[in-house]
């Protein structure tokens, strides 16, 4: 895990690596090259996880000197490629998968090699003889690769801050994905920053540059790389489980190859204590092997804390725990330096729990962790899928299971009764009996519209309505309708990506890799295709997961139905002692943003918010982080 930088045009600044020594205390390396563009530079910052010596250093070239790459990520199949690259004639002089990259570059091309890669990597190839520049992401966008071109020239980097150290480079507001953020939270659902006029390639993206003359073309030339299926397998529940249970096994065995101490994540659900579990039997802990170093964050609040779950797993897997409890008073405190380190404004403080989860990982001596992100997205975890999954049976007036799953849901998550049974049975009623069963009249909150993004500056961006149709269009998706459609859909365009952008600033603040095993493709491909009988059964979730892990996790585990993840107790935190802070960052923003948002309809959403008048979200946070965001970055209008 590292941090690159290349530019093609622009004089040739160190300080752009530089500014990411976070992502690599281990080691720089900078180069300059010529060609008809202009000066072209190659940039690295080096985190030593796979041959930790000095020959592993980057830019790294081959023995010709023709080609030059850095790159940041890890091929976890590098041994097996290194072999079949020895057969084709390739030699090797380290033990790093960043040579097995180089050479699989320069012996396959990327059209080949590209495919056969397994992993998560972001990299940038110069070839110095015919002047050519290939960029590439991995297939799910684990490792981010930003870019910008001016009239001087373009530029590739890790983080965004990178690209702001080059002249000429306006920081000022993209307002259609600003806007689609503080309404709905999304972020990274395009190939579009909250900067105006950076981009990153999407995950699967390559692209290329000729600057052998001056009459080529300047812009990259992007293309997709990797090509996904729609099809839908049919086996059995029993087979589904055994498949998935050796691609997942399979998964974590590769993710673990590392030449440094690694550990896990766990928060006590399903995804995480998966992975610690198959860690723990692979490394023996408990037959007295080493221990999985588990780092975990709690809290007081029952309401949110997974303590309980997370003491099951760490007995059962006889790991060594770190437990730490993120204090309220640093929200604050920490949040103009989280900003930074993830380059735009974050949707909620659970961020910041996972920030100290890795600070703390850090005091612990762990270089690599091992995550659980990526589940939810390919086996239909989030509770949003119940929508899809009643209006179906409503649609086809299959009443009896309809309403099995309801209560079924009552039972396992404590859903309203009445609730569901307005929303997806009541249409099917005749109109006597609908006269007969009236509505539930409204408890609790109401929530109502708020214009307060019904601005002239909102509308100037061509009033932006469907963010998640933004983000699918490219692929060729669907806007979610059913839950094959919202599986594919937050998995390749929306929640996975913003979750990773989260995942990878916040452990490279900290000097950390983090491994994602439920993001290895086999595995995401195979869970993609399952039926939906696979995924949601009446009111569980994750149905393939919990038959493939029955006997590897205890059964508290397996039998689980609350979904919490990284959670902060955010509303009694914002209505007690965070209100006024979170109020006087409300104003902050209003001022360093104005016209932005209508500022009376603001206020009342945020004090409606904070009163209880309206159900809580983060909304109010979104308005805060955007304003530190502005303020950190000197972003202007």
Not at 140 to 160: D, N, R
Not at 511 to 517: G, K
Not at 558 to 581: C, N, Q, S, V
Request: hydrophobic residues 40%; neutral net charge.
């Amino acid at each position: 895990m590292c941090g690159i930088f290349a530019s093609i045009g622009f004089e040739p600044q160190r300080r752009a690596i530089d500014i990411v020594a976070h992502r690599g205390p281990d080691g720089s390396g900078w180069e300059t090259y010529e060609s008809s563009r202009g000066p072209v530079a190659l940039g690295h910052r080096r985190l030593a996880i796979i041959d930790l010596s000095d020959h592993a250093l980057q830019p790294m070239a081959d023995a010709t000197g023709r080609w030059h790459l850095t790159f940041n990520g890890e091929i976890y199949n590098y041994r097996e490629l290194r072999e079949e690259l020895r057969s084709a004639g390739a030699h090797f002089s380290t033990e790093s998968d960043s040579e097995v990259l180089l050479q699989a570059l320069i012996v396959w091309g990327e059209a080949t090699a590209l495919p056969k890669l397994r992993g998560m990597f972001a990299f940038v190839l110069w070839d110095n003889v015919e002047k050519r520049l290939i960029a590439a992401r991995d297939r799910f966008g684990i490792k981010p690769l930003y870019w910008v071109e001016t009239a001087q020239g373009v530029a590739f980097a890790s983080e965004i801050k990178q690209l702001l150290e080059l002249r000429h480079i306006a920081r000022s507001v993209n307002f259609a994905r600003v806007h689609d953020f503080l309404l709905t939270g999304m972020a990274d659902h395009t190939s579009e920053t909250m900067f105006a006029g950076i981009r990153q390639l999407r995950g699967g993206e390559c692209a290329m540059l000729d600057a052998s003359t001056a009459s080529i073309r300047r812009s990259p030339v992007i293309r997709a790389w990797y090509a996904y299926s729609t099809a839908t397998i049919s086996i059995d529940e029993g087979e589904a489980a055994k498949r998935f249970k050796a691609l997942l096994t399979d998964a974590v065995s590769t993710h673990l190859r590392s030449d440094v101490p690694l550990g896990s994540c766990l928060s006590g659900g399903l995804d995480s204590s998966s992975i610690v579990c198959l860690m723990s039997d692979m490394l023996g802990s408990r037959k007295g092997g080493p221990k999985v170093e588990t780092v975990s964050a709690c809290y007081g609040e029952k309401s949110v804390d997974e303590k309980p779950f997370m003491d099951e797993v760490v007995r059962h897997a006889a790991t060594q725990p770190h437990f730490i409890y993120p204090r309220v008073e640093e929200v604050f405190a920490r949040a103009s330096d989280i900003a930074w380190h993830q380059d735009e404004p974050f949707g909620s403080t659970s961020i910041f729990a996972q920030w100290c989860v890795f600070e703390e990982a850090k005091r612990a001596g762990l270089k690599v962790m091992l995550d659980g992100q990526g589940a939810d997205e390919q086996l239909a975890g989030y509770h949003g899928c119940y929508y899809y999954y009643l209006d179906r049976l409503s649609k086809d007036r299959q009443i009896g299971e309809l309403l099995a799953v309801i209560w079924d849901r009552r039972r396992k998550h404590r859903t309203p009764l009445r609730q569901q049974f307005d929303q997806f049975v009541r249409p099917l009623l005749s109109e006597r009996l609908r006269r007969r069963i009236p509505a539930a009249p409204p408890t609790g909150p109401v929530a109502r519209h708020y214009g307060w993004l019904d601005t002239d500056i909102v509308a100037s961006a061509g009033n932006p309505t469907s963010a998640m149709a933004t983000a699918v269009a490219p692929f060729g998706l669907e806007v979610p309708h059913d839950i094959k459609s919202f599986c594919f859909a937050t998995a390749y365009a929306s929640n996975l990506q913003l979750l990773l952008h989260w995942e990878d600033r916040n452990s490279m603040a900290h000097s950390i890799e983090a491994r994602v095993p439920f993001v290895d493709h086999p595995l995401i491909e195979f869970s993609l295709s399952l039926g939906d009988q696979h995924k949601m059964v009446r009111g569980t979730t994750k149905k393939v997961l919990r038959r493939a892990m029955r006997r590897i996790l205890p059964d508290k585990i397996t039998d689980r139905h609350d979904k919490l993840g990284f959670a902060t107790p955010e509303e009694i935190w914002f209505k007690g002692i965070l209100r006024e802070p979170v109020i006087d960052g409300v104003e902050a923003t209003l001022r360093r943003f104005p016209g932005l948002m209508d500022p009376d309809e603001t206020r009342a959403l945020v004090r409606d918010s904070l009163d209880g008048r309206r159900p809580f979200d983060f909304a109010p946070w979104r308005i805060v982080s955007l304003g530190q965001w502005g303020e950190r970055f000197a972003v202007s209008l």
